[in-house]
């Protein structure tokens, strides 16, 4: 994976308010804690010696940095009452062309290694652990190879698997040809067919480059910093990866990926006693000190600025097709190992671009010449020098002179005028906030923060004390309260190493791509002999039966099913009604003096006309103004006194019947405990007095809804196909496509062409008649037992203050039932909990239907989703195709998709609206993947599949499932979905039981062809075989 993508191993779905762990989080002298601060410098513990012990109070953690004696490597151990632990090791890996060496040896060497020779080691883990994140990361100077997990078992497991891959890899030819890039027949059966490129990251790389953002942040750290290996692509360019030989490979390997190199991460309540053994005995001991050649020299700085010119593809969902350039201004700050430094120019980005307020939005944003901000705008800490850029996107080639001269003159109204005192307060809430708000993957989130500065030998400890970098930084303002306009005038009016970078679409420009790969692929096939092209046959011919051999896993470490805890903990609720109508329910959780507000609004009786226009509303609501606050003192207020609000649209299928679910809008906000009522107030605010006369305010937010939709496609093709895919299967899915599909694209893109948005804004107080009421209204409050007694004041007063309709308003739609969840406590203790009531659609004479469409856009790589309608989250079968859906993607999908098809990315799995998906990303193939698809499930209906496989497809199942739960999300599954703690309980007992019967058996039940109604959808390039086949509906 390259980049800061999120690539092929586990992760956790992003879920709003995502934090920190199920412990209590008070700074106490907990064991963890104890045990880390007796470590004493000096001390030699397995190799390593001690060289630093720190705690870190407002982070509740205590480090430990060590040395390993023999090989110089360093290691970091953060201890922390936190039961997901994560491990990593960081190599400094600098190259010095594009062929994307770093990028090709990080999938290689998770293809098998000296201890775990099988093939893919890395995928297979996946299916046999308890892991809570697998990954490995390619950024523009490091590898990064991380795990998480609860389970100290699976723990040891991972670390030796992770161990030997990235110092003891097999980094055998045939991989190395799959995972980078090889020549091979189009049919690798028939010598007859044309050669052409294949490999899982060239395609990759030709899919990440289709996204313009990402072409313009290229290049311009290419051109800024073009002294070193920030002038190449880490990740490769695929007009340079056939470039890459295997002896280059493996000879990058052996200077970089040694323990002199690395950097090495644990974190959690595990004792790092255990993990120094480990990794010393198992790694380390085998290693002698070298010189690592790998740090990067300083940039030489410009005497005077530099302008470049780049092209890219055209945007075919531009909102005006003449706007589609790019321009910004970038300057070269100062070294990030200057950790009070970059943590003051950090600040100062964001007080420069952050929100209306910012005196950059102000002057360009509201300039109305441009969509957004230009892609990587503010402060970049991710190499050795950071870097800071501003810009617009979205402009005409035109106003490029304009865009330089309104970012100069900005720059000089700051320098004269400063920074308003709130303005900067409101900064240091949010980093206070921060700090106070727990992630279940806080681990992760550190190794990540660390990495760049670490990377060039920076202090990473010093990044961690950030209580006394707010001190310090308030004292340099007391002291001279001009401290950040000087800043301001050293690194952008007097800097001379600056750089304006402007990007414009060329309409040839993806076939310019391929005349490019065409030429190169000739030059290729025209040097090869006959002997080598017979060669080149035969070895294709061998790594497909490579690919498709069975594979001995035995070498594997695995957990047992019978390691999986067969119940889950109960989480107390309880609910009360304020102002005697209104469900409310309260989750007391250590939330750490945070608390946490949601409510649930109905769109049940909202007009079919206004639907469209939801996920519009939801975006600008929070952003408009309120009562006698403008947008810009609102957004203040916001900052000032929240962590944030928002509003989404709010689609939950039911439990138990495919064509009913909830319809809705749900809010979200968090606070520190002593701005409740200030938060409250906003919410009142927002509800009762919403402004909408900013007409130019609004353009202006509408111009950004449709870019950020627009650039997402890229990143997010596959979401969008399977959302499409699914469009005719439910009812729910058809609101689905309206709100978060290709429909609500292509209506953004209409809306920002409209030269007059008077029409579309007059919709928005209609859609607040129906929705901003106490009619049909549910809320929730996480927060500490102490503040839920002044939380349901608080609540109680927003619902007594906020208008309830005068007259009765129907359901636009007739068929509403309304439905109680009522969480049981599964154990003796019961629970004080009052029934929440839900008001569902159920739509009794919908049919579903089967619909194929294909959106051609220009990219050379496609999005394929396949969606099929089976059964309810409740019913008996769900647990089994749950099962199935995973026994696919490992065993058959995987290798069919990825390894033999060159995808990135492709799998099944089954959504809790009861609709099971294929899916592949970054593909370049298209029916032969929907192909695929059909021969995964003859696959599993043939049975060719053990007790062993099917055992993995839980492990997989269960570590999603018993995920952790932040305390800001304890109870969400109840309030939310309507899904208690007993229903959780029953599916987990449903999940145990499937066996090798009920999976051939649902396969044939709802998976077999002609047995269940299914969607088709895919986004990519041109197809001669879709063209001529009238089933399929092309966009």
């Not at 907990?30 to 001690?50: D, N």
């Not at 690194?491 to 414009?504: C, E, G, I, V, W």
């Not at 790594?543 to 957990?559: G, H, N, V, Y």
């Not at 007790?947 to 800001?968: G, H, R």
Request: charged fraction near 25%; aromatic fraction near 10%; glycine fraction near 4%.
């Amino acid at each position: 994976m390259w980049g800061r993508l999120c690539a092929a191993g586990r992760q956790r779905p992003p879920r709003r308010f995502r934090s920190l762990n199920h412990k209590s989080w008070r700074w106490r002298s907990s064991s963890v804690h104890e045990r880390a601060l007796r470590y004493r410098i000096g001390e030699q513990i397995h190799g390593f010696t001690v060289q630093q012990v720190t705690a870190v109070p407002e982070l509740f953690l205590t480090a430990v940095k060590l040395s390993h004696e023999d090989t110089g490597a360093k290691y970091l151990h953060v201890a922390r009452e936190d039961s997901n632990n994560l491990f990593s090791v960081q190599f400094r890996t600098t190259p010095m062309d594009s062929t994307g060496v770093p990028h090709i040896l990080e999938h290689t060497v998770l293809c098998g290694s000296q201890k775990y020779p099988c093939r893919d080691p890395f995928f297979k883990m996946l299916n046999r652990s308890l892991s809570t994140f697998m990954n490995a990361f390619t950024a523009n100077d490091y590898t990064l190879y991380p795990f998480s997990t609860q389970n100290p078992k699976d723990f040891q497991n991972l670390l030796s698997v992770y161990l030997d891959a990235a110092f003891f890899p097999c980094l055998r030819q045939l991989d190395f040809w799959q995972e980078g890039w090889r020549l091979e027949h189009e049919n690798p059966y028939d010598p007859q067919t044309p050669l052409v490129f294949k490999g899982v990251v060239f395609n990759e790389m030709k899919g990440a480059f289709t996204d313009n953002e990402r072409v313009f942040s290229q290049h311009l750290q290419n051109k800024l910093l073009p002294d070193h290996t920030y002038a190449v692509i880490s990740g490769g360019d695929p007009l340079n990866i056939p470039d890459l030989t295997w002896e280059q490979l493996k000879q990058f390997h052996a200077s970089h990926y040694h323990p002199s190199n690395a950097r090495f991460f644990t974190y959690g309540n595990f004792p790092l006693e255990q993990h120094l053994k480990q990794i010393h005995e198992e790694a380390l001991i085998k290693f002698q000190r070298i010189e690592s050649n790998t740090a990067v020299p300083k940039q030489q700085l410009w005497d005077k600025p530099r302008e470049h010119h780049v092209t890219c593809g055209s945007d075919s969902f531009a909102s005006d097709p003449t706007k589609q350039t790019t321009v910004s201004v970038s300057f070269l700050l100062s070294d990030i190992t200057d950790s009070f430094e970059n943590f003051t120019l950090n600040l100062l980005s964001s007080l420069l671009v952050g929100g209306p307020n910012s005196p950059f939005y102000k002057a360009l944003i509201e300039a109305n010449i441009g969509t957004d901000f230009s892609p990587d705008v503010g402060f970049n800490g991710y190499t050795k020098e950071a870097y800071f850029s501003v810009g617009l996107q979205g402009i005409a080639e035109r106003d490029i002179e304009t865009v330089k001269q309104i970012i100069g003159r900005t720059i000089d109204e700051v320098i004269e005028k400063g920074f308003e005192e709130d303005k900067i307060e409101a900064l240091l809430h949010k980093i206070e906030i921060q700090l106070k708000h727990q992630s279940t993957s806080f681990g992760l989130s550190l190794t990540s923060y660390i990495a760049s500065c670490w990377n060039h030998d920076g202090e990473p400890l010093e990044l961690l004390k950030i209580a006394e970098k707010v001190s310090q930084f308030r004292q340099c303002l007391k002291e001279n309260p001009a401290f950040l306009q000087e800043k301001v005038k050293q690194y952008f009016k007097d800097n001379p190493h600056r750089l304006t970078l402007s990007m414009s679409p060329d309409e040839a420009y993806y076939d310019k791509q391929a005349k490019t790969e065409a030429e190169k692929l000739k030059q290729k096939v025209n040097a090869l002999s006959e002997e080598q092209k017979k060669q080149i046959y035969e070895k294709g011919l061998e790594l497909i039966a490579l690919q498709s051999k069975p594979q001995d896993t035995s070498c594997l470490p695995a957990l047992k099913v019978s390691d999986i805890e067969p119940t889950i903990p109960l989480t107390k609720l309880e609910t009360a009604f304020a102002a005697d109508e209104v469900p409310v329910q309260y989750c007391a959780q250590p939330t750490n003096g945070v608390v946490y507000f949601r409510a649930v609004s109905s769109l049940n009786t909202l007009p079919e006309e206004l639907k469209p226009y939801v996920p519009l509303f939801c975006n600008v609501i929070t952003k408009m103004g309120c009562g006698a606050l403008d947008y810009r003192e609102q957004a203040q207020q916001v900052e000032l006194k929240t962590g944030g609000m928002s509003v989404s649209p709010h689609i939950i299928p039911d439990d138990s019947h495919l064509d009913v679910y909830e319809q809705g809008v749900l809010f979200s906000s968090l606070c520190l405990d002593r701005n409740l009522p200030d938060m409250m107030h906003l919410w009142s605010e927002i509800f009762n007095n919403p402004r909408f006369e900013e007409e130019e305010h609004f353009k202006v937010l509408v111009k950004m809804i449709a870019q950020e939709l627009s650039n997402g496609i890229p990143d997010s093709g596959h979401l969008y196909a399977s959302v499409r895919a699914s469009k005719t299967l439910t009812p729910a899915g058809e609101l689905q496509e309206m709100f978060t599909g290709m429909d609500q694209v292509k209506l953004m893109k209409r809306i920002a062409e409209m030269s007059d948005v008077k029409p579309i804004l007059r919709k928005l107080p209609r859609i607040k008649k129906y929705l901003l009421n106490s009619d049909n209204m549910r809320c929730s409050v996480n927060a500490t037992p102490q503040q839920i007694a002044q939380a349901s004041k608080e609540v109680e007063k927003f619902i007594k203050g906020i208008t309830r309709s005068k007259k009765e308003r129907r359901p636009v739609r007739p068929h509403v039932i309304e439905k109680y969840s009522e969480p049981k406590a599964t154990g003796s203790e019961t629970l004080n909990c009052s029934q929440i009531p839900r008001k569902l659609i159920t739509e009794p004479t919908f049919q579903p239907c089967q619909m194929k469409t294909h959106f051609i856009l220009s990219f050379p790589v496609n999005y394929i989703g396949e969606c099929i309608r089976t059964v309810p989250y409740t019913a008996q079968d769900y647990a089994s195709l749950r099962i199935l859906a995973q026994l696919m993607t490992a065993k058959f999908l995987h290798r069919e998709i990825r390894e033999k098809g060159g995808a990135y990315g492709g799998g099944a799995k089954l959504s809790h609206s009861g609709v099971l998906t294929f899916y592949s990303y970054r593909d370049p193939n298209s029916l032969a993947t929907l192909t695929t698809f059909e021969k995964a499930v003859d696959w599993v209906k043939s049975g060719d599949f053990t007790q062993q496989d099917i055992d993995e497809a839980k492990l997989a199942v269960f570590a999603a499932v018993d995920a952790p739960t932040a305390p800001s999300d304890k109870g969400m599954d109840h309030f939310l979905f309507g899904i208690s703690d007993e229903m959780k309980q029953m599916h987990r007992e449903q999940l145990f039981a499937v066996s090798r019967e009920n999976l051939m058996d649902v396969a044939n039940k709802y998976l077999a062809a002609g047995k269940s109604t299914r969607g088709l959808a895919i986004l990519g390039p041109e197809n001669a075989d879709i063209a001529k086949d009238p089933s399929w509906v092309k966009r």
